[in-house]
């Protein structure tokens, strides 16, 4: 074959300009109406979407994000305008630039028409975007039957996982206290034994001191959440019969240990806990190191307490393990300090006489040191929490607390592993009026701790000296103006006055 190489004449190139700008202007034309399409769509004008439709507008146009006209439609819940475009042959699984389809729209905007009508038109029930769940989940999640129902109809995976919890639709349901969800998805074999990933995690128990120091601080497990796990930690009581009807085990736990009843207890829903507890419930399960009752006095959730002493909680169980939640203003909830609490103990450190009197009216063990050996009078005479932020609580509260705990049997001359007494806490703090009790109630004013000091020595100490590596300048300024103030006033303090008065000696 010659190929010729004759350039072509003027009349030629004319024409192929011609050719070449009404192919252009024929492209423009069609860019213009697939705009105006979806205009029509956003102002609800269905004459001008079908005269659009009807010159041949592309009905799967797109706009910058990737959003189709019928995107817009189920957006705007305009059923109409998305009955137009199914039958003009819209693509009813197109997705946006996030992966979303307009059945997803349609099912975050919760119009169960719009749902019904896309599935009628064979929309994937289970397409999502990677950034979000199906469109059975956010139905679950709003709590929209007729959505879930048709969604199910339709063959959606009721078992489906989103990609970053792994959590079902059902957990969304149970959640977000929906019961007539979490039944309709239970009725047609819903997993209630599904668990989120699980994962490990380094925390921090209790006071870390400074950056880059691992004191305090723990490796747990962490998720591993069935959803009557979710029950109990969102006050769910309604779903939780649900799903223990459906078979899902009361006493099952996280991937950290705690039981369903545990984690009702940590965030005080106590309704919960009683559906657990009428259940079977272990009421001592402490799979984390803190049982119930723990968290029942931590919160001063005295109805829990009762309810779990009636089910026949042991009021002496220990806390073998610090907490890494938090509780009073950011305070940890139970540090390492506290290992060995009972939940009396707990309430001693909570200054809530209540409780205390009714874990004592229970059967407990008043008399039940912590690991270290301190007895619920001495925490409370500490008058702080142990945790990062300290808690100073009222001296009539210390003084009142500790009054209750010699009245329900704590011995004022127990002494911890370090030699410590009562007495020594409450010189430590200064306490007057506590002191004034101890003495009261025989506590012995020149007992010696294991470092030779009575509790008079103890009051005469000075300002304890900050940790210069965790804390600045001005911080170790102020440490030095306190420590010459206490060496002016050395001896003359009105704690050192009282314990001398008391016959106290260094």
Same mark, same amino acid.
């Given at each position: 074959?010659?190929?010729?190489?004759?350039?072509?004449?003027?009349?030629?190139?004319?024409?192929?300009?011609?050719?070449?700008?009404?192919?252009?202007?024929?492209?423009?034309?069609?860019?213009?109406?697939?705009?105006?399409?979806?205009?029509?769509?956003?102002?609800?004008?269905?004459?001008?979407?079908?005269?659009?439709?009807?010159?041949?507008?592309?009905?799967? =146009? @797109? !706009? %910058?994000?990737? #959003?189709? &006209?019928?995107?817009?439609? +189920? *957006?705007?819940?305009?059923? /109409? $305008?998305?009955?137009?475009?199914?039958?003009?042959?819209?693509?009813?699984?197109?997705?946006?630039?996030?992966?979303?389809?307009?059945?997803?729209?349609?099912?975050?905007?919760?119009?169960?028409?719009?749902?019904?009508?896309?599935?009628?038109?064979?929309?994937?029930?289970?397409?999502?975007?990677?950034?979000?769940?199906?469109?059975?989940?956010?139905? =679950? @999640? !709003? %709590?929209?039957? #007729?959505? &879930?129902?048709?969604?199910? +109809? *339709?063959?959606?995976?009721? /078992? $489906?996982?989103?990609?970053?919890?792994?959590?079902?639709?059902?957990?969304?349901?149970?959640?977000?206290?929906?019961?007539?969800?979490?039944?309709?998805?239970?009725?047609?074999?819903?997993?209630?034994?599904?668990?989120?990933?699980?994962?490990?995690?380094?925390?921090?128990?209790?006071?870390?001191?400074?950056?880059?120091?691992?004191?305090?601080?723990?490796?747990?497990?962490?998720?591993?959440?069935?959803?009557?796990?979710?029950? +109990?930690?969102?006050?769910?009581?309604? $779903?939780?019969?649900?799903?223990?009807?459906?078979?899902?085990?009361?006493?099952?736990?996280?991937?950290?240990?705690?039981?369903?009843?545990?984690?009702?207890?940590?965030?005080?829903?106590?309704?919960?806990?009683?559906?657990?507890?009428?259940?079977?419930?272990?009421?001592?399960?402490?799979?984390?190191?803190?049982?119930?009752?723990?968290?029942?006095?931590?919160?001063?959730?005295?109805?829990?307490?009762?309810?779990?002493?009636?089910?026949?909680?042991?009021?002496?169980?220990?806390?073998?393990?610090?907490?890494?939640?938090?509780?009073?203003?950011?305070?940890?909830?139970?540090?390492?300090?506290?290992?060995?609490?009972?939940?009396?103990?707990?309430?001693?450190?909570?200054?809530?006489?209540?409780?205390?009197?009714?874990?004592?009216?229970?059967?407990?063990?008043?008399?039940?040191?912590?690991?270290?050996?301190?007895?619920?009078?001495?925490?409370?005479?500490?008058?702080?929490?142990?945790?990062?932020?300290?808690?100073?609580?009222?001296?009539?509260?210390?003084?009142?607390?500790?009054?209750?705990?010699?009245?329900?049997?704590?011995?004022?001359?127990?002494?911890?592993?370090?030699?410590?007494?009562?007495?020594?806490?409450?010189?430590?703090?200064?306490?007057?009026?506590?002191?004034?009790?101890?003495?009261?109630?025989?506590?012995?004013?020149?007992?010696?701790?294991?470092?030779?000091?009575?509790?008079?020595?103890?009051?005469?100490?000075?300002?304890?000296?900050?940790?210069?590596?965790?804390?600045?300048?001005?911080?170790?300024?102020?440490?030095?103006?306190?420590?010459?103030?206490?060496?002016?006033?050395?001896?003359?303090?009105?704690?050192?006055?009282?314990?001398?008065?008391?016959?106290?000696?260094?």
């Amino acid at each position: 074959m010659r190929i010729s190489t004759k350039r072509p004449c003027g009349r030629s190139v004319g024409l192929l300009v011609l050719v070449a700008t009404l192919v252009a202007s024929f492209a423009t034309a069609a860019r213009a109406a697939d705009v105006q399409l979806i205009q029509a769509v956003k102002d609800g004008d269905a004459p001008a979407l079908r005269a659009l439709l009807g010159r041949g507008a592309d009905v799967d =146009a @797109r !706009q %910058g994000d990737g #959003a189709t &006209v019928l995107h817009w439609a +189920a *957006h705007l819940n305009d059923l /109409d $305008a998305a009955d137009l475009l199914i039958r003009a042959g819209a693509d009813v699984d197109a997705t946006n630039d996030l992966g979303v389809t307009p059945l997803w729209v349609a099912t975050t905007g919760g119009s169960a028409e719009m749902v019904s009508k896309l599935l009628e038109a064979r929309a994937d029930p289970d397409i999502a975007p990677n950034t979000g769940g199906t469109p059975l989940m956010i139905a =679950a @999640r !709003q %709590g929209n039957v #007729a959505a &879930v129902r048709a969604l199910l +109809a *339709h063959g959606a995976d009721m /078992d $489906a996982r989103e990609g970053a919890q792994g959590q079902t639709a059902l957990m969304w349901a149970v959640a977000r206290r929906h019961p007539q969800v979490a039944r309709v998805l239970l009725e047609v074999g819903a997993d209630p034994h599904a668990r989120t990933k699980s994962s490990r995690r380094h925390v921090l128990l209790c006071c870390q001191k400074s950056l880059g120091k691992t004191e305090g601080t723990v490796w747990i497990e962490q998720g591993g959440f069935t959803s009557l796990l979710f029950a +109990a930690r969102h006050g769910a009581a309604a $779903a939780a019969e649900l799903l223990l009807a459906a078979g899902a085990p009361v006493d099952d736990t996280a991937a950290i240990g705690t039981t369903p009843l545990v984690v009702a207890a940590q965030h005080g829903f106590h309704e919960v806990a009683e559906v657990l507890l009428e259940r079977g419930a272990d009421p001592d399960a402490a799979g984390a190191g803190q049982a119930a009752l723990h968290w029942a006095a931590l919160r001063g959730d005295s109805v829990l307490v009762e309810t779990l002493l009636a089910h026949g909680a042991n009021p002496d169980v220990r806390l073998t393990r610090g907490s890494f939640l938090k509780h009073d203003r950011g305070a940890f909830a139970f540090d390492k300090f506290l290992i060995g609490a009972t939940p009396f103990v707990v309430a001693a450190r909570r200054s809530d006489t209540r409780i205390m009197q009714l874990l004592a009216a229970g059967g407990a063990d008043t008399s039940l040191p912590l690991q270290d050996g301190r007895t619920a009078a001495m925490v409370a005479a500490g008058g702080k929490n142990t945790g990062l932020l300290r808690l100073r609580l009222a001296e009539e509260q210390i003084l009142e607390t500790v009054r209750s705990a010699f009245d329900l049997g704590v011995d004022p001359n127990a002494a911890s592993l370090s030699g410590d007494t009562a007495l020594h806490v409450a010189a430590g703090t200064k306490f007057d009026s506590v002191i004034r009790l101890l003495a009261e109630r025989g506590a012995l004013v020149n007992a010696r701790n294991r470092m030779g000091q009575t509790p008079l020595a103890v009051a005469l100490a000075p300002p304890e000296a900050p940790d210069g590596s965790a804390i600045g300048g001005a911080a170790l300024g102020r440490y030095r103006e306190a420590y010459a103030a206490w060496a002016a006033s050395r001896g003359q303090t009105p704690t050192a006055n009282l314990l001398r008065s008391l016959g106290g000696t260094e």
